[in-house]
C-alpha cells in the first residue's frame, strides 16, 4: 500500500474552478467517506480550505485510486472529469509525503508562511479519525506532517514574517482607504462567525479597527464573537443597513450561493455617504458576487487580488513576506523529517527478512542440538540446557552485525540491494520472508472474534 494525493490549489487551478472544487461540512463528510469506500483504497483524508483542497489516500494501486478520486472529485463538484484532470496535480508515495509536510508547514499557501493551515490540517485529520477512515498509514504521515509544522513555527521566523490571508487582505483594504496598512479607526463589518471570521476580527482589532459589526445567520455565535472581541452582533436581515456604516466588509460564510449581491449592495450604498466601500471576499465559494466590485465607489478584493498582491510582493521582495532565510530553513526542517521518516520505513521493510534469518538460525540450532542427542545418547537436563544456550550465544554473536548492520544500510540509497545480499547469501527463501510478512489466520481470526465481543 502507497500514499497517493490528488489535489487542486491555487496554484493549479483559478478560483472560479476551486470554488466549484471545494468542499465543506457534511459535503466534505460525504467525499471523505465515499473516497475510502473506493475499491484501491484503504484509508482516506480531505484536506479542504479555501485554496486548496486535496485527497490523500492509501492505496494499492496507483492508476486505480488516482482513478477513483478523479471521479468521486467531479461527482461531488459537477465539474467535468477532463477540466478537473486538467488542473490536478498528483503525488505519489515518498512525495505524496513530502508534499503534506510542506503544506503543513505553510510553503504551498497562497501566502507564504500563514499559520492557519496547520490547524486546518490538524481538522482535516481529526475528521478522518472521528470517521474511521484514518489507516495506520495515513495515521503515521499525518503526525509526521503536524510536527513538521510545529517545529516550522517554533524553530523558525516563517509564521513571524508571513501574513495570513486575512491579515493581506485588510492591507489591501487598508490602502484602498489611503492608509498604509492599518485599518487606523475604520468601521468594519464581518459577515460570518466561524474559524475564518474570527481571524478576521481578530486581525481587525490588532490593526486599530474602529467599530466592528458582526453578522451572522445564527445570532448566537456572533454574539459569543462580539463578546470576546468587544464588537457588536446583528442577524443577516441588519446586514443592508451595516453595509451602509461601513468602510470595509469582510464576508466569509461558505455559502453555497452569494450572501451580497450587485442590487443588494447597490442598495446599501443609497444609505451611506461619501467614501469607498471596500468588500473582501475571502470565502470559496465567493461570497460576493463579481458585479458588485464593479459599482462605483465599490472595491472588491478577493482571493485571486489576494494571491497576486501576494506573488508582487514576493517579487519586489518585500519583508512583509516571509524571507527566503526562513523559507530556507523550513525546508531543512521537511528534508530532515522526511529523511527520518524514509529510513525507519525502510528499516522497517527489512525486518522480515530479519525474522526469517534468524528463524533459520534457530532452525539450524535445533537441528544441531537434536542430532547431538542422537549421538551422545542421554544427557542430563543441566548440561543439555548449557550446550543450547551456548549454540543459540554463538548464533546471535554471529548474526548480529549483519542484521544491525542492514537495519542501518537500509535507510540509505539503494537499500534494497542490501537486504537482498542477505536474502542471497544466507540462502533464505522468499516464501518464508513472506510469511513472517502476513498475520496468523488463526490469531487474525481470534483478533476479529474479540473485536466482536
Not at 37 to 64: K, Q
Not at 142 to 148: I, P, V, Y
Not at 263 to 269: F, G, H, N, T
Request: aromatic content about 2%.
Amino acid at each position: 500500500m502507497s500514499v497517493l494525493v490528488v489535489g487542486l490549489s491555487h496554484s493549479s487551478a483559478p478560483v472560479s474552478t476551486l470554488e466549484r472544487v471545494v468542499v465543506s461540512g457534511d459535503a466534505q463528510t460525504k467525499l471523505l467517506q465515499d473516497v475510502f469506500g473506493s475499491e484501491s483504497v484503504a484509508g482516506a483524508l480531505v484536506l479542504s480550505t479555501c485554496n486548496r483542497i486535496e485527497v490523500y489516500a492509501e492505496v494499492d494501486r496507483f492508476h486505480g485510486g488516482v482513478a477513483a478520486i478523479c471521479e468521486l472529485l467531479a461527482r461531488h463538484s459537477g465539474l467535468p472529469l477532463n477540466e478537473l484532470s486538467g488542473s490536478a496535480y498528483l503525488h505519489y508515495e515518498d512525495r505524496a509525503v513530502q508534499h503534506l509536510l510542506t503544506v503543513s508547514c505553510g510553503l504551498e499557501s497562497m501566502v507564504v508562511g500563514e499559520s492557519q493551515i496547520l490547524g486546518q490540517v490538524r481538522e482535516a485529520v481529526k475528521n478522518a479519525r472521528q470517521h474511521g477512515t484514518l489507516s495506520h498509514e495515513l495515521s503515521d504521515v499525518s503526525r509526521l506532517a503536524l510536527r513538521a509544522g510545529r517545529r516550522a513555527h517554533a524553530e523558525t521566523g516563517i509564521d513571524a514574517a508571513g501574513q495570513s490571508l486575512v491579515s493581506l487582505g485588510l492591507g489591501l483594504a487598508a490602502e484602498a482607504h489611503g492608509s498604509s496598512g492599518a485599518l487606523d479607526g475604520l468601521r468594519v463589518l464581518v459577515i460570518g462567525a466561524g474559524s475564518m471570521s474570527s481571524l478576521a476580527v481578530a486581525t481587525a482589532v490588532r490593526q486599530g479597527a474602529g467599530d466592528i459589526v458582526i453578522a451572522n445567520r445564527t445570532p448566537g455565535r456572533a454574539e459569543r464573537l462580539a463578546v470576546r472581541y468587544g464588537a457588536t452582533a446583528m442577524g443577516l436581515a441588519d446586514v443592508p443597513a451595516a453595509i451602509g456604516a461601513a468602510d470595509v466588509v469582510i464576508s466569509c460564510t461558505g455559502a453555497a450561493g452569494h450572501v451580497l449581491t450587485r442590487a443588494a449592495v447597490a442598495e446599501a450604498l443609497r444609505l451611506r455617504g461619501s467614501g469607498p466601500l471596500v468588500l473582501l471576499d475571502l470565502a470559496l465559494p465567493r461570497d460576493v458576487e463579481t458585479a458588485a466590485g464593479q459599482l462605483p465607489g465599490v472595491r472588491l478584493i478577493d482571493l485571486e487580488a489576494i494571491g497576486a498582491s501576494g506573488a508582487e510582493a514576493a517579487d519586489a521582495g518585500l519583508a512583509a513576506l516571509a524571507s527566503d532565510a526562513d523559507v530556507t530553513a523550513v525546508r531543512r526542517i521537511v528534508a530532515q523529517e522526511l529523511a527520518g521518516y524514509l529510513k525507519a520505513k525502510r528499516a522497517e521493510s527489512v525486518a522480515p527478512t530479519i525474522v526469517a534469518l534468524r528463524a533459520k538460525a534457530a532452525t539450524v540450532v535445533e537441528s544441531e542440538l537434536a542430532r547431538l542427542d542422537r549421538r551422545l545418547g542421554d544427557i542430563d537436563v543441566r548440561t543439555r540446557r548449557e550446550i543450547a544456550q551456548a549454540m543459540g550465544r554463538v548464533a546471535d554473536k554471529l548474526l548480529h552485525g549483519p542484521t544491525v548492520r542492514v537495519k542501518e544500510l537500509a535507510g540509505s540509497p539503494g537499500g534494497d540491494a542490501y537486504e537482498t545480499a542477505v536474502r542471497v547469501l544466507f540462502e533464505l527463501d522468499p516464501e518464508t520472508v513472506q510469511a513472517v510478512q502476513q498475520p496468523d489466520d488463526d490469531m487474525l481470526a481470534w483478533s476479529l472474534r474479540e473485536a466482536a465481543e
